[in-house]
């Protein structure tokens, strides 16, 4: 047994490491949901959903166990292979995209191995590419969906989804370019680092100043190919009923909802790597109190959990909110107490934190914008974004060029 | 058996079942995702050999692109089921002829080639001195040694989108 643990150890630390990243995405997954639900809801002034669970945290769980025993039928005259391929496409390669993703520096020594964040190792070579490769076949969940179902609103709102991925991912694939000329390399470790020219520079060395063009062409091309607001034409709701999914009920239904929120999660988790720095800390190397930021965080929050816990109108209420406060506020306080954990959160602290920016500007952008209309869908990607990147490109390559043959010398 | 020659069978025959499916699947559609199926077990080869960039470039190009138009059009025109027509007398002795005649080049290279082949094999990378597989060496080689080769065929795809664009719109003229 012991010899078959350390022939076959890289193997079962990727198995675990993928079990352990499939249950975090999915909670994560979920209580996105939640969030998206109870901010767009503040945004109209509502409360949004407060009835299952303290602030309807159990809201999620409910939803779950709804989708999983609602009745499944099968419409009639669906092409039943690719009818029941369609959501397992879109789910499957949402979920594998988020495995090339790094969310640490460093690797966790444990039994003698170095265990990564992240499921891929960190020297992937064309990480980005492979990333990109993900996107381009989940166009097929959409498409094929849409289709299969034969019916006339699935088939408008797969063809135009075909239409507007095919478009924008040649924005997105162009915008990112500059990005690369800088770092040099496709290697998502190798494009986070090469934003710490120096480890003084903090928050000015990210690629978002220099590539501002790039990042907003990225930003809102990425929005588009996840078919959220204000781009979610495929399943816009008061022209196509739902779109690509009015013929999928249950749990079917919900393996297109994860994969929606998972391409979300990857699209914030490239925005940050690529323009914002990764794992970097927004402040220079040298102010090391910067290293409490996580735990002045934590405890403030914990603590008023806790005060808006005890007075809540529920019992189970006021058992829970304490003691997930309790549990925020302790995380904090061991983090002070001990530096050499402190110093290894650091990272995926800063990683997640802006990765909770850009899902917010997500619910954001749905909270305020109204859906584009077709025809301008489609020129705002081929006449503006397009051209745009393109520029960015030229730009990008000039300077470096300049760089290399003036200013080395 | 080394993982690597499992994952090529694996990658081999899906490529080699995916192809078969693609006769002879009656829908338009099926034929499609069998191709892409085929796309993506080429792509698989590639990064076998130690070719990431090509790898990457495969499915991105032809298993994103190319085949997501080709089920766009299928789509966009609602092809029904084929229409099999019994094979014509001209496809059938030099049909035959020509899997013969293709099936003989494709063993002769094969044979030919073993001792490279199984240098890549052991190695898990091209011989250096072929240096396609790095992203780098694909840059320096289309940029640098085939510059005015490379140009020429943008060139030419650029007239090829030209012609369609004017063939388009003629109508409205």
């Known amino acids: 047994m012991n010899a078959f643990l350390t022939t076959n150890a890289e193997l079962i630390i990727t198995l675990v490491k993928i079990a352990l990243l499939l249950v975090i995405v999915l909670t994560v997954n979920a209580y996105l949901t939640w969030f998206e639900r109870k901010v767009v809801a503040h945004m109209q002034s509502r409360w949004g959903p407060h009835r299952v669970g303290p602030h309807g945290l159990l809201q999620p769980l409910a939803d779950g166990v709804k989708f999983l025993f609602k009745e499944d039928p099968t419409p009639a005259g669906v092409d039943k292979f690719v009818y029941y391929l369609a959501p397992m496409l879109a789910l499957a390669l949402a979920l594998t995209s988020i495995a090339l993703i790094p969310f640490g520096p460093d690797p966790i020594k444990l039994f003698g191995h170095d265990i990564y964040l992240g499921i891929a190792p960190p020297d992937v070579n064309i990480g980005i590419l492979a990333l990109f490769a993900i996107t381009a076949m989940g166009v097929y969940g959409v498409a094929l969906a849409g289709w299969s179902s034969n019916s006339k609103y699935p088939l408008l709102g797969g063809l135009r989804s075909s239409a507007q991925m095919i478009s924008y991912e040649l924005a997105m694939t162009m915008s990112v370019v500059g990005v690369l000329l800088m770092a040099g390399s496709f290697n998502l470790k190798k494009i986070i680092e090469a934003q710490a020219h120096h480890p003084e520079c903090g928050i000015v060395g990210w690629n978002i100043w220099p590539q501002l063009l790039g990042f907003f062409c990225f930003f809102v091309s990425a929005v588009a190919e996840t078919n959220r607001v204000p781009f979610d034409l495929p399943e816009a709701e008061s022209e196509l009923v739902a779109g690509f999914h009015t013929e999928y009920a249950s749990f079917k239904f919900a393996m297109f909802f994860i994969a929606e929120y998972t391409s979300m999660i990857t699209v914030s988790c490239l925005c940050t790597i690529m323009f914002f720095g990764g794992w970097l800390s927004p402040f220079p190397a040298s102010w090391t109190f910067t290293h409490y930021v996580p735990s002045a965080i934590l405890i403030p929050f914990g603590l008023w959990v806790i005060w808006d816990g005890i007075r809540y109108e529920t019992i189970f209420g006021r058992i829970f909110l304490p003691g997930a406060g309790t549990a925020f506020a302790g995380i904090g306080a061991v983090l002070i107490l001990l530096p050499s954990v402190n110093l290894f959160i650091q990272g995926p602290f800063w990683l997640l934190s802006k990765i909770l920016v850009f899902l917010f500007i997500y619910v954001w952008m749905r909270g305020t914008l109204p859906r584009f209309r077709y025809d301008q869908l489609m020129a705002f990607g081929w006449k503006l974004l397009l051209p745009l990147s393109i520029v960015n490109v030229i730009a990008t390559s000039f300077i470096i060029l300049a760089k290399m043959t003036w200013w080395a010398k | ?173």
């Open chain 2, 1 to 173: 058996m080394t993982a690597p020659l499992l994952v090529f069978f694996v990658l081999a025959a899906l490529a080699v079942i995916g192809a078969v499916s693609l006769i002879l699947q009656k829908h338009p559609i099926h034929s499609a995702l069998s191709l892409i199926v085929v796309m993506i077990a080429l792509a698989g080869l590639y990064l076998l050999l130690g070719a990431e960039f090509v790898a990457a470039v495969q499915i991105i190009v032809y298993g994103g692109a190319i085949m997501v138009l080709f089920v766009f059009v299928i789509m966009l025109l609602n092809a029904g089921v084929e229409e099999h027509t019994s094979i014509s007398k001209m496809a059938g002795a030099p049909g035959l002829l020509l899997v013969v005649a293709l099936a003989g080049l494709v063993a002769a290279t094969i044979v030919r080639s073993t001792d490279s082949i199984l240098s890549t094999m052991q190695t898990g990378e091209m011989s250096s001195s072929l240096g396609v597989s790095k992203t780098l060496g694909i840059s320096g080689m289309i940029f640098k040694d085939f510059v005015y080769p490379f140009e020429l065929t943008s060139f030419l795809i650029l007239i090829a989108v030209l012609g369609a664009t004017v063939l388009a719109q003629r109508e409205k003229h």
